[in-house]
Structures are given as C-alpha cells and as structure tokens.
C-alpha cells in the first residue's frame, strides 16, 4: 500500500501558481473517489469527491478530474497559497464494498 | 464545535496498561470507524461500526477491541498496550461514502 509519512513525494510550488497532485488507483471496480488534505497535527479533511459517473467535479479553487481509462485521479488546486501547504491523499471505494482505501500521501509546499 | 471529537489527544503510557480512547460526533452519521497512521503506513482500518448493533473487524484488529455505546459514541480498547501500537489513531464517521476525521489521539506507549 502507499504511505504517509517521512519519505512522501513531495510537490513545491510557488504562492499564486496552479497545483496539481495526481493519484493511480488499481482497481477499475471502484465507483467513489474523495481528496482528503492532512495538515500537520490535524486529522484528514475533506476537500473533494467524485463518483465514477462523472469525469471532473469542481469546488471552490480545486478541481478533481478522473481519467477511468488508464485509472488516475488528480486533484488541481488553483492559485495555491502558504495555507494549502498539507499532505494530499486519495481514497477510493470498490463498487458493493463499505470500506475506503487510502491512497499515495504527496506533501505540498507553498513557497510565498 | 467540532463535528468530530476525541479524547484523549495525547496519551503516554507504559507497556501492558489499559487504555480507552474516546470519539464522539455531532453529524448523526450511523458509521463510525477507527484508523491508525504510522509514519510509512499510511491510514489502517482497526474497527468500524455501521450502527449500534453492528461491530466489524478491519484489516489490523489484532490487539484491539472496541464499544458503540450509542450512536455518537465509539470507543477503541487496547487490553494490553505494547509498544508497536505507538501511533495516530484517528475516528471518522460517514452516512454514507463519504468519511469525516476527528482530530486525532496520539498515542505513546512505552
């Protein structure tokens, strides 16, 4: 399974630029897909989900695009600032199952 | 006020020591579920709990038990705490696919 912790990959962006953290999934069953952020001390929070009927849901300055063919999710998160710096990780759920499972943590710094 | 609480959300305790950690929502979600992060290991499912009554193992129950003692409330046991149990232990619960956090207990056991 993928990780959280000391040797995530890691993104640096500039304060104002566009991010975009992507996410590969296995299992081409899975019909839920949600973004959780990880702030350092703090348990994950929601920021976006998808079903697998759509193939891009927007919400206020993130983006989520799911690609079934090749199984990537990716999450955009536009004019990103100091304050989105944060580990990203995805989830998904397999069609029939209750369970989600959790997905690459990427760390994202926000340089001012 | 948070939706999701838990308590303690530090705790240091010593080898084979009891220890209940605590989680309550606000969100009147019917699931609730118990996780674990480890540095390298991203989150574990330990217990989850679709209502009451229902109570279902996860991938890492070993070592743990847990009580859903109404539906706002679900707490998770380690008997006999050991030292590889050192950890973040995060609640979430959901109404359906979607699960929300808690702040997290971090738990040191020495």
């Known amino acids: 399974g993928e990780s959280v912790g000391l040797h995530l990959p890691t993104l640096s962006v500039q304060e104002g630029d566009n991010s975009i953290i992507n996410c590969a999934y296995s299992n081409s069953a899975s019909d839920y897909f949600i973004w959780y952020k990880q702030e350092s001390g703090k348990g994950p929070q929601f920021i976006i989900d998808i079903r697998s009927n759509m193939d891009k849901r927007q919400g206020q300055r993130v983006t989520v695009l799911l690609n079934k063919t090749v199984k990537h999710l990716s999450l955009q998160i536009a004019a990103t600032q100091p304050g989105d710096s944060a580990v990203y990780f995805c989830a998904e759920k397999r069609f029939g199952f209750q369970k989600l499972v959790f997905g690459t943590g990427t760390r994202l710094l926000v340089s001012p | 006020d948070a939706d999701v609480t838990q308590t303690p959300r530090n705790r240091i305790t010593k080898t084979g020591k009891r220890i209940m950690l605590e989680c309550s929502q606000t969100k009147g979600h019917d699931r609730m579920y118990w996780y674990r992060q480890d540095p390298g290991l991203g989150l574990r499912l330990i217990y989850y709990s679709f209502d009451v009554k229902d109570i279902n193992k996860g991938e890492i129950s070993d070592g743990y038990s847990v009580s859903r003692q109404a539906q706002a409330k679900f707490s998770l046991s380690l008997e006999s705490a050991i030292p590889n149990q050192t950890a973040l232990y995060f609640c979430?619960?959901?109404?359906?696919?979607?699960?929300?956090f808690g702040p997290g207990t971090r738990l040191t056991v020495l």
């Open positions: 979430a619960t959901s109404d359906r696919d979607t699960q929300y």
